[in-house]
């Protein structure tokens, strides 16, 4: 599997240590939805593409 680096501002720095030190689980998926997901590369296999969409 291929590697990804994802580059996060202070803004998005704060708020995963906040989530991590609260370990809010709802909070940790929408992080990843609104600021992990769009900055990884599209080209996703088929199951995890299907996967993303039914989160929504």
């Given at each position: 599997?291929?590697?990804?680096?994802?580059?996060?501002?202070?803004?998005?720095?704060?708020?995963?240590?906040r989530?991590?030190?609260?370990?809010?689980?709802?909070?940790?998926?929408?992080?990843?939805?609104k600021?992990?997901?769009?900055?990884?590369?599209?080209?996703?296999?088929?199951?995890?593409?299907?996967?993303?969409q039914?989160?929504?």
């Amino acid at each position: 599997m291929a590697k990804a680096f994802i580059v996060l501002d202070d803004e998005e720095q704060m708020l995963l240590e906040r989530i991590c030190l609260d370990k809010e689980v709802d909070e940790a998926l929408r992080f990843l939805e609104k600021h992990i997901a769009p900055k990884v590369k599209k080209d996703m296999p088929c199951m995890a593409r299907e996967i993303m969409q039914f989160q929504r």
